[in-house]
């Protein structure tokens, strides 16, 4: 229910003056309402991220004071400045920008090669790779980790991006999305393009998927969000510790220098940035397709 | 053999090789693998025997493991709240008002970051000489330092606490989807019927939120079960066992001790709670009657 709605509730000619300005004390006092509940909300849960930042802005003595300190009592970027120095950011940021790429192209080109026929194809196993693919989510593989660290080995890519992206490259959710977005793509679109004369793969890339932008920012950006946070697998597959992801590098840095508080702060700050930037620039997108998607 | 070439099962095969070849190696290998695997007591140090059921035995008296999955069960616990609470959230975004937009993205960022990220926030926030301890106490509503992650009667609901917080704007963000594709003339079909603001509710928005509902419960109860992350970062299962879940057990037993043997086992066992749980939540939802949420 919204306030539009109310709007609509209200008969075109209020019966005297009395009533409208009730009704319109009445709608202030909503709106007042559902702006301070939004505001605790906001302030609950972003709240810690604007602690951090602070943290992080924070010259050192200022930091284990006592009571704690919540706002600086001068901004100073010397814990950017050291963290950055110390840490080699930029080798790190590297390292976890050619995985998520890697990681959300993968998801992307497969997901959508895959769910493409299950979608407009009639074909024989068709039922059988759905069973298949349903039978996945019944039956929960708990203990994927520890084959998929035998089967990294076994293929020599221990140490290697390839190992790290590789058991993340295809997921069963991701397939299902893209198929159920291309069922409502209108069945014209492939018949034009095979009286043009142009292949199946040719219709795909060309008509069909640009169709489906918003579904494959769905999957790019979820992708990319547990591409770029990942930091378990890598730890296990990397030997490596110049090869680690920002928050592999983390933890890293969590446990060597535990003590320095705002070191940590601010590269932590550094390491979720990129990735909330990419949300702010994608979010239209992303929420669009996710709305889609969902109602498949 | 041309003929097949062109027709359309082939070309359904030909798109679909990549992803099946991916998925049976990485999805369908460790299922199956992972059963052969668990009766034997392969490790990376010594020779592989069959032992046949042993692992299992040893499992259930494995008292450690039998407390793991206890924490997991508890952890199940934030499903419930985790959805009445983005329910309502969702609610409250679903309202045109001015800058309703910056709102919504406000309330995401906890999902977009990093879960070591957030947990290094509130290990802070939490720890010793805290923020969090300095308010309550300024606020009057404690008089000494809470140890909330030291705490073994606490450490396992300040986890919960985290992973909800961290949760909220995700489940919050489908539900608006769900509330945003309900037809409007519905709403107005049945105010022109004389229906008050409570049976819209009852009767429009919660029935056709069902869908919604079911896939959230069930995707937050697979993500309660397999919580590991913020455990792992937080509290490594201690103080104790009192954090100790089933996911970071399998994990110490298979990537630490490499006993890859036992912690197979284990995982199928989790695995086959998993399982019941998941037909429990479809039971529930097929069969009708109240919608527990």
């Known amino acids: 229910m919204n306030l539009q709605d109310d709007k609509m509730l209200q008969s075109p000619l209020p019966k005297n003056e009395n009533s409208r300005i009730i ?21 609950f849960l972003m709240g810690p991220f604007l602690w951090l930042l602070s943290v992080s802005l924070m010259p050192g003595r200022n930091i284990f004071s006592t009571p704690p300190a919540i706002f600086p009592t001068f901004i100073d970027f010397e814990n950017y400045a050291q963290v950055w120095q110390f840490m080699n950011f930029p080798k790190y940021m590297l390292n976890t920008v050619i995985i998520t790429a890697l990681g959300v192209i993968f998801n992307v080109v497969l997901a959508s090669l895959t769910g493409y026929p299950l979608a407009v ?16 989510m019944i039956i929960p593989s708990y203990t994927s980790f520890i084959v998929h660290y035998l089967t990294i080995q076994g293929l020599h890519l221990g140490n290697t991006y390839l190992g790290v992206v590789l058991p993340g490259a295809v997921s069963v959710f991701n397939i299902f999305l893209m198929r159920q ?10 018949d034009s393009g095979k009286m043009d004369g142009a292949s199946e793969f040719r219709i795909w890339w060309q008509l069909v998927l640009p169709l489906v932008k918003p579904a494959l920012a769905v999957i790019s950006l979820l992708e990319a969000m547990s591409f770029w946070n990942s930091f378990l697998w890598p730890i296990v597959i990397l030997n490596d510790t110049e090869l680690y992801p920002l928050a592999a590098a983390l ?6 220098f535990a003590y320095n508080f705002g070191w940590i702060a601010a590269g932590t700050m550094i390491s979720v940035l990129p990735i909330i930037i990419l949300f702010l620039f994608t979010q239209r997108y992303y929420m669009e397709g996710l709305a889609g998607a969902v109602k498949g | 053999m041309t003929k097949w070439l062109r027709s359309e099962s082939f070309t359904a095969w030909a798109f679909m090789t990549p ?27 010594s020779d592989t025997h069959y032992v046949g059921l042993d692992n299992f035995e040893a499992a259930f008296k494995d ?39 910056i709102f919504r993205t406000t309330f995401y960022l906890p999902v977009v970051t990093s ?31 809470i140890h909330w992650l030291s705490d073994s009667s606490l450490a396992l609901y300040v986890l919960m606490f985290i992973t909800m917080w961290k949760g909220l704007g995700y489940y919050m963000m489908l539900y608006l989807a769900g509330l945003q594709n309900i037809p409007q003339d519905l709403y107005e079909a049945a105010r022109v019927d004389g229906a008050s603001r409570w049976r819209l509710i009852v009767h429009i928005t919660l029935p056709l939120l069902r869908p919604y509902v079911l896939f959230c419960t069930l ?49 199928l066992i989790v695995g086959a709670v998993i399982a019941v749980l998941s037909i429990i939540v479809f039971r529930f939802n097929r069969k009708g009657g109240v919608n527990p949420y």
């Open chain 2, 63 to 101: 008292r450690n493991f039998l407390i793991s999955i206890w924490n997991s069960l508890v952890y199940v616990l934030i499903v419930p709240f985790l959805q009445i609470f983005s329910i309502l959230m969702a609610v409250l975004v679903n309202s045109r008002i001015p800058g309703i937009k």
């Open chain 2, 219 to 267: 995707i937050s109860l697979m993500a309660a079960i397999r919580v590991f992350d913020e455990v792992y970062v937080l509290t490594k299962g201690g103080p104790g066992t009192a954090t100790l879940t089933s996911s970071l057990y399998i994990f110490q037993k298979g990537m630490e001790q490499f006993n890859f043997g036992y912690a197979s086992a284990l995982g």
């Open chain 1, 121 to 136: 194809f009639r074909f024989k196993g068709k039922n059988l790779v759905f069973t298949l693919l349903i039978s996945t």
């Open chain 1, 23 to 43: 009704r319109n004390l009445g709608r202030v006092v909503r709106m007042t309402v559902i702006y301070v509940l939004l505001v605790l909300l906001a302030l």
């Open chain 1, 181 to 190: 977005t291309f069922i409502h793509i209108p069945t014209d679109v492939r």
């Open chain 2, 115 to 145: 879960m070591v990220a957030v947990a290094l926030i509130w290990s802070w926030l939490l720890g010793n000489n805290s923020v969090v301890n300095y308010l309550l106490m300024q606020a009057g509503l404690i008089s000494k330092d």
């Open chain 2, 19 to 45: 992803g099946l070849l991916l998925l049976a190696v990485f999805v369908f290998w460790p299922i199956i693998y992972s059963i052969p695997l668990a009766l034997t007591d392969y490790s990376v140090i």
């Open chain 1, 251 to 256: 933890t890293y840095l969590n446990g060597q």
